[in-house]
Structure formats: C-alpha cells, structure tokens
C-alpha cells in the first residue's frame, strides 16, 4: 500500500484553502457591497485620514493613516447618498451632477480632492467660494453616504454598488428634443 | 422743477422729444425712461461698417460680465462680477486705469447667486456712484478718488440673498431689490438714503400691506389687485416669508408722476403645487413712491406663477399716440412673451401682444387683467410636462430694449426656448436653492435659440426680426441716426440698421456678449462705442461656470439648451471701445 496520503492531503488541503481563499474573497467584496448595519456608526472624527489636498507633501508621503469610510463601495449606502443628495438640496446647487451653482460632480475633476476624506471635509467644513458648512447639521454617518454617492457620480465607486441613475426627467434622444 | 443732478431730465420722453443728449451715459438705462436711445449722430448707417477697436481693457475676471460701462465726463466707470471691483478708467489716456475700488465681498457668496456671479453696473449721481454687492451690501464711492463714502448691509446670504441689480437714484433715495427668488428668499424693494446709505424704507414683496407698503393711496386698476393683505391671504399659511419675489431688475421713474416702476420676481418654489393661491405680490408690476415706497398700483402679470416669469424685466416709459391719443404708457416686454403696454399712471393694459412662441398661456383677459393660463402646462407633482413654451428664462429675461425715437420701435433682444418640468417636493433649508423642479430646455421653434427682433409697440407686432444661433442675452443701444447695436453669446459685436435689420457691421470679441453696449462723447469729440465681453449669466453658466454637458438638468436646465456653447466661446472678461478711424 502506498502511503501518498499525506502529500495528497496537503495538495488537497493546499487546493481546499485556495478555494475557500477565492470564494471567500469573492464572499467578502460583495459582502461589503450588501453589508447592512443594523446600529449607526457613532461618530469617528478623529479616526478618518487626514484629509490632503496637495499632492505635494515636503519630505516624502507619509503612510495612510485612519480607517476608511464605512460607506465605500456600499450599496445601501450610496443608494441612500442619492436620496440625502435631493433631501439636503445637493442637487439644487449641482444638480444631477452637471453643476450649475455649484462646480460639476461627475467630471472626476474635484477642486478640494476626491478621496472620501477629501468629499467629507468638503461636505463638513464648506469651502471658501461657495460651498456651504454641513457640519453639526448632517450627521456623519449621513455623510459617509453621501461621500460615496458624490463619489459614485464620477465612476469612482464600482458600478455593482452604483445606483442607476433617476434625475425624474425620462430621458429623451437629441432627436426628441429638437 | 428742480435742476436735474445728472443726466436724467426732469420731464418724460414723448414720442417727438427725446431727453437732450449730453453724450454721457450716466446709468445704465440711460436714463429714468430706460429708453437706451442716443442722439449721438457721428456714427450712422453708412459709415458704421468702419468701426474700429479704439483701445481695450481686461477686467481679470472670468464670469459673466453683465454690466454697462457707464461715462461721467472724461472717465469710464464699470463693475466687475463678483468680486465686483469698480474701476475708473481715464478716457483721455486709452482709458488708463485711474483707480478701482474694491468693496471686499464675501466669497462664500459665490455659492448662494442662483445665475452665475454677475453684476449689472453702478450708477452716478452727484459725484457718486452706486452700486450693489453679490454679499448683500450697497456701497456708495466718490467718482473722482475711488474713496467709499458708505457701504450698508441690506441683506444675509444665510437667507440665501444675494444682489446684481442697478440701483436707480431718484431725488434724494437709492433703490434697490435683492435677488433669490430660487433660495426661498423674502423680496423687497429698498430705498436709502442718498447721503447716509441708511435703510429709508422697505417695500416687501409680501406679507401684510404694511410690510409691501401699501397703504390708503393704493389704487390698483383690476378687481383682482384689491383686497386686504392679500400678500398674506393668497399664499398658504406662512408660504409668502420664504416665497421669492425679489426686486431684482429694472427700476424706471416717471418725474411728473413721481412714480417708480419695477417688477418683482417668481414666487418660491419653482414648484407651484405647493404654493396654491395667487401669490401676491410675486411677479407683479409695481407703481411707487420713491421717497417713501408707498405702493400707488400694482399689477400681477402672473398669478400663480407656474414658470419662473419673473416679473422684473425694464418698463420702458415713452409717450405714444394710442387711437388718436397721445398716451403715457410703459412698454414692459415680459418673460411670458408678451409686450405688455400699460398706462402707466393708472396701471390699466391697453395691450398685451406677443413677442415670442408661447404654449403656457391664451392671452391677457382685457376685462379681468389676468393671464389666462394653459392647464395643461402647469408642472406639479406626479407628471412630466413637456413643450412648455417659453422656457423659464422667458422670451426674455433680464437684457434690456431699447426704444427709438426717430422709428417709433423697440429693440428687443430675446430668447427662442422650450422645457420640460419634472415637479419634486422642495425641502427648505435657509441658504440652500428652494426650487422643487428638474428642467430641460431647448430651442423652440425654429431651431434658433436666440432672437433680435423690432417691435412696435402701437401695431403690437414684430416689424422684422435676427435669429441668432443662441439667446441674446446682452443689452442693445439705438442712436438717432438708426444704427442699432448688440452682442452674441458667440462674441460677435453687432451694428444692424434699425429701420430694415439688415447688419452693417460685427466684430469677434474674445468672449461671448452678455453685457449692456453703450455709446458715449469721448473727450475728444469723437462718439465711442463701449460693450463688456465675457460669457456667463444663467444662459452661459455652462461655459462660465465648468459645467459637465451630460447633465442636462444643470443650470437649472440651462444646460441642456447650450451644450455646444463651449464651441463657441471660452471664458476671459474684456472691455471693448469702437470708433470710427
């Protein structure tokens, strides 16, 4: 009898834990993406990346610090982004995404940055040609949402968490509307 | 009669006398009548085909530049948009900076002006000028040193009040109104007074009469207009303290009458389904008092507004011969698309006639003085309304006519528009936009989105008209010897005759033309003709403010109607003066 099982075993074990890396990598992306909390995140100020705007950073770049948005690449969340983006007037200023009193959203051209940080301080602090103070009136775990919706109207979130667009006017062809 | 203190005389134009001309250009409407006419008569039809660029200043700003460069003596005056700097240029030097003053605005008021940063000019008088702030201040400055005589506060931006109107000065006061009737403000018409800069009176667009002034003198000529605090009781309970109808646009004055005349803007919010009754006093016509503000009539063009008609487009005050009489009228061509000429004494129309192609409404009832509305283009909550004719810039928004006196006509330069409306709730939040509508627009018959056209207001007819590619969105002047001028959204400066429209001359400027031409004396005898290029305004916030063309909603659904305009003009404001050689 040939003793070939421990090789086998380990090959097999081998084999078994790529698989079950695989399906639970596959598992865990698209549980972020379905995820649901059933509490709000309490307030995490002090814990997200200190938000940068100038890629020039004397001395090198230092290492990412903070945790990342708890709203990135979410489904619920950027659905719920969209909703808070009418609710809070977002769209009154940007409309659905072009701009008009605001600059445009969905040219992945950000004047203040584009990482979540970035949207999130924007949203918060306001900005000083325009854009007004949020924070104190928007809870947080209400921005994330929003962050990643602003986010998802550029493409910068993945397209399976992306809500289709719903702007209530039925698109017409140029055609149409000649 | 008292001596006038600048160039608006003491009596009214009629049809046979226009004012004297002095060859200055001391407000922007010319003068208390608005009829943009001059009797300069160097340039004619025959030899404005060799106008030339005379000399040329940069403003340094890249928004849209509305206002009209003003001329007091050897000096040139003109605003900026925002951060609205004023700058006086020396007329005998190529128009060499002499100074500017800088009121120092507020920038987060950049985020609170629905139609980009614009400014529509100052005004002089007595040494001074006047003029208005996007953050909500008026500022009165010396004409000779730039120095600030008084700056006062007339409003906040966390109400979501800007302003870009001209004050009008008028006797001892300075009026002005604010704007955001897109932000849920509330609208006033304010007088100061001229000396101090201190808050005179306040004529609200509604609330209780006492709050809109109007008192025992109050005699509106239509049933509809009579009633007590009827800017309380046609509104839902509390809707009129954040209900829009600011006094954003054209003040005229009558001197023999004592009168102003003004318009007040859209009622808020865009969506009419929640704001049921008439709306008073939001786009109505306005007769008042200038020192005290007392309403003496009012007319509201649109009740119930549906579309955004702001009300607040020029009255043009002429004396015409209406069935053998010699009337004294007002000719206000309005964003719903009629000419509307009232008597303006008693505030009666004698005629309403449109200028543009028109689905929203059937007319003017000549009994009632209501507008007769199309039902079934009214948006409200649930629908989809398309074909919506004119759009809600109007079949003219803000640039203003000009009225000759040697053809009897009025120049009008105009948009060609539709929409759609989709209705959603609209949520206030003081500061923020209160609208309550998606929109798209979009050339109206025809294909051209913009028109120059010539009226006569006693036939009530187009005598002939320019399509051009985009609304025209600047002002226009008409001299004596019938040469019109305007500009485009694509830059090009125009000279066409104003008996036949046939065009003389153009000229390609840098940027598209949203400003008010006017033409003046220059100390050497010589007459100039000064314009503002540099696109912007609602019609090119696409290009002025960088908008992304695969939303057609932005803009308030401007964008939609401009995609190409980026084509066709970039950014950059410049100051153009013409001559002859």
Redesign the interface.
Known sequence: MVRSTGIMKRVTKGVLACASVLVLATLASSCKRESRTLRNEPPQRGLYDAARESTNEPGGKLPKIGMPSPAEGNAYAISQGQRLF????CS??H??????????L??RRFTYGSQPANIYDTIVR?R?????TWGGRIPEFQVWQLVAYVRSLSGSEPSAATPGRS????K?TRAQ?? | MQTPKHGGAPTASNLHSPQPEDGQWVMPSKNYDATRFSGLDQIDTQNVRNLKVAWTFSTGMTRGEEAAPLVVGSTMYIVTPYPNYLYALDLTQNGALKWVYKPGVD????????CDVVNRGAAYSAGKLFYNTLDNYTVAVDAQTGRQVWKTQLGDINKGQTMTMVPLVVKDRVIVGNSGG?MGVRGWLTGLDAKTGKIAWRAYAAGPDSDVLIGPNFKPFYDEDRGKDLGVTSWPPGAWKIGGGGAWGWVSYDPELDLIYYGTANPGPWNPDQRPGDNKWSCTLFARRPETGEAIWAYQIGPHDDFDYDGVNENVLVDLPINGQTRKVLLHPDRDGYVYMMDRATGEVLSAEAFGYITTNTGVDKKTGRLQLVKAKSPGFGK?VRDICPASPGAKDWQPSAFSFKTGLLYVPHNNLCQ?V?A?AA?Y?A?????GA?V?M??GPG?NRGEYTAWDPVAGKVIWTIKERFPVWSGTVVTTTDVAFYGTMEGWFKAVNAKTGQQLWQFKTGSGIIGQPTTYRGPDGKQYVAVLSGVGGWAG?VVA????????????GF??AMIDLPKYTTRGGTLYVFSLP
Do not use: F, H
């Open positions: 009418d609710w809070y007037n009154g200023c409309a659905q995404g072009g701009g008009g009193m605001g600059p445009p969905m040219d306001g000083p040609n325009g854009m007004p702007d209530g006017l039925e017409k509307l000649q | 920038p987060s008021s950049q985020g609170v002006a629905c897109e989809t759609e989709s959603t949520n939040i500061g923020t936009p209160y609208v998606t798209r979009y050339a294909g916030a403010g960088g908008l992304d063309t695969r939303d057609g909603t932005g803009a308030l964008t939609n």
